[in-house]
């Protein structure tokens, strides 16, 4: 048991999961130098980042090394009971947050709205593969449960240092300190059913719903740009599979 949650086994997946990893934060990053230039964000986010990082690198391991998906919770052997836990977290989440908008008066209004929610399941989408997936797999493989949890949940925080609709109206020590435990208690949930159903979408949906369009009423993000990354995430899948 103790061998599961600590080990050390050093491999080329320490070095894809820590190149991976920084690559992802470094992208972030450029967003907060080139925070002007839209081009930036779709060249960084959503083509690089997203289409890149989130499909086009997993799916090259598993196709190079002869790997299954449910090895990284696609869907897992455990995706039923991961499909009645995500509804049930879901639910209880969309509760605790709406208790907590009525006690400060807010009224969620989605009004309008659809196309940012579209573009932040997109965004979410890509968490779900590239950290509970993927980094969160191969740090496993490397160091144990225990430090995989941390070390994912470490990259899960940082990547968001260049997103300005997670640090509006807060400090960014603050909000990343926050998403560290966030990005724990998804890691953990995967984790527990080995499966990416258990948390997507409905349990990290409400979280960012919740979070960037009720809290912080994220500026109007692009379904177009996120119905080009969705096409290009499921092409590039689809080209790596086959050839």
Known sequence: MIDSLFSLSLGEGTLVAFSAGILCVLLSYLLVIFRKKRI??????????????????PVLWVKVNGLSFNDFGLPGENWLWAIFADIILALSLAAIFYSEA?????????????????YLMIGVLFETLFFYGFLRELFEQTFGI????????VFYSLHHIGLEEQ???????????????????????FRIFNSALAIFPL????????????EKQSKPLSWKIALLSLFLMAASALIIINF
Do not use: C, N, W
């Open 146 to 153: 225990i430090p995989a949890l941390l070390l994912t949940s």
């Open 102 to 118: 009525k006690k400060k008066g807010q009224r969620p209004s989605f009004s309008g709205k659809y196309g940012t929610i579209f």
């Open 203 to 214: 349990f990290i949906g409400v979280g960012v719903i919740s979070d960037l369009i009720v």
């Open 40 to 57: 930036a964000r779709l060249v960084f986010r959503d083509m690089i980042t997203i289409v890149g990082l989130g499909v086009i690198l």
């Open 167 to 189: 640090m509006k109206g807060t400090t960014p020590a603050r909000e990343l300190i926050k998403l560290f435990f966030v990005g724990l208690m998804y890691s953990a949930t």
